[in-house]
């Protein structure tokens, strides 16, 4: 297996930690080591959406969520779940759910983590698809003692707009049925194969010129929506996309269709007893929750449009004891509250208040 390098300016500061799942799938995880070679501090391990890797937080050409949260004195961890770019599997045939990230790879990695160090804070911050399997590994309280909780974009409560609704339940049907897989990169796919055809429609309507740009910010992989705020991005960063957000696997969609039809997160496989540490229904399972979660959203997010501001008022009414609150970026839309430009100033504060509420407050590991 190749783990693709990490892109960063960190130089001999990453320390790459072997880690394979207890199924037999290697992972990537990282620890980015402070400048002043402290080892006290709390621990953020940070997680990623599908196709996306920790790229998306070491972006060189900006200041990114690594440089933050370690001027903000922590200690950052980046696991390279099995949906990364940075790993083959999403291109390949050999097909996992998030229930296998939900069992395996976060619970795995936190308690490798947590072995790295000791009775130190440990805290997550994670996106999109990466929060949701949070929150089903939370739910089956398979990663207890956080001592606080970040999810961006959408985490419990899946919401969709009607177009990507329709698209993904019958369109994705269709094209799962032709295609393993979409790429994001243009260059992967040439002017005459079957990805053309997908190429061609999300050009439809786009101000922008570049194909890999299109699939991502005019329609989402041919499923509607859009997935950053264009004007958001560094030209370093808008032509590094194809580089940040791989191929979406299409068997991945029957898991996806069913989350989005119960609009909560739901375990998939029912038949294979090694799943059942999983609950059926997170949101039912919910009120286990110990951890301080903080749910974020750009005002503009038009993939997973107010899913994490319902999840909020989901939560709060079902389980009012449980300290969870809701922060809107204004103007941002999704990918960008990590990728943008200015993201460090007007994301990833929020992030580190949160951060630095939950470790004074000391919540035990
Ligand atoms: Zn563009």
Redesign the pocket.
């Known amino acids: 297996m190749t783990l693709r390098p990490l892109h960063h300016a960190y130089g001999d500061r990453v320390e790459d930690i072997p880690l394979t799942a207890s199924d037999g799938t290697e992972l990537g995880l990282c620890r980015i080591a402070p400048e002043d070679g402290s080892a006290d501090r709390p621990a953020v391990l940070v997680l990623h959406g599908l196709t996306a890797s920790a790229d998306m937080f070491t972006l060189p050409e900006t200041r990114n969520l690594t440089d933050v949260l370690l001027d903000a004195g922590y200690e950052p961890w980046l696991l390279d779940w099995r949906g990364s770019c940075r790993l083959p599997y999403n291109e390949g045939r050999v097909r996992y759910t998030f229930d296998d990230v939900a069992l395996y790879d976060i619970p795995e990695a936190v308690s490798l983590v947590r072995k790295r160090i000791g009775n130190r804070q440990l805290l997550v911050v994670a996106h999109c698809i990466g929060a949701m399997c949070l929150s089903l590994s939370m739910a089956a309280g398979l990663v207890p003692g956080l001592a606080g909780v970040v999810a961006q974009g959408v985490f419990l409560t899946p919401k969709m707009s009607w177009k990507t609704r329709a698209r993904l339940h019958f369109g994705g049907e269709l094209l799962r049925s032709r295609l393993v897989n979409i790429p994001t990169d243009f260059k992967k796919v040439g002017m005459w194969s079957k990805h053309s055809l997908i190429f061609a429609e999300v050009s439809l309507g786009a101000e ?1 010129k ?1 194909p890999n ?1 299109q699939i991502l ?1 005019n329609d989402s992989w041919g499923v509607g929506g859009s997935l950053f705020v ?1 004007d958001h991005l560094d030209d370093a960063t ?1 032509d590094r996309l194809a580089y940040l957000y791989g191929t979406v696997p299409m068997w991945i969609l029957p898991h996806l269709r069913s989350i989005e039809l119960a609009h909560t997160v739901m375990r998939y496989n029912d038949a294979d007893g090694r799943y059942d540490a999983l609950p059926k229904n997170a949101l039912d399972n919910a009120g286990k929750f110990e951890t301080p979660l903080l749910l974020l959203s750009g005002s503009d997010n038009r993939f997973w449009y107010d899913s994490n501001q319902l999840c909020r008022e989901v939560l709060s009414r079902r389980y009012p004891e449980m300290d969870v609150r809701y922060v809107e970026v204004p103007g941002y839309g999704h990918l960008d509250t990590f990728i943008g430009r200015n993201a460090a100033l007007d994301v990833f504060g929020h992030i580190v208040d949160f951060l630095d509420e939950c470790r004074s407050a000391g919540t035990p590991v």
């Open positions: 922008c570049d740009c910010q264009h808008h």
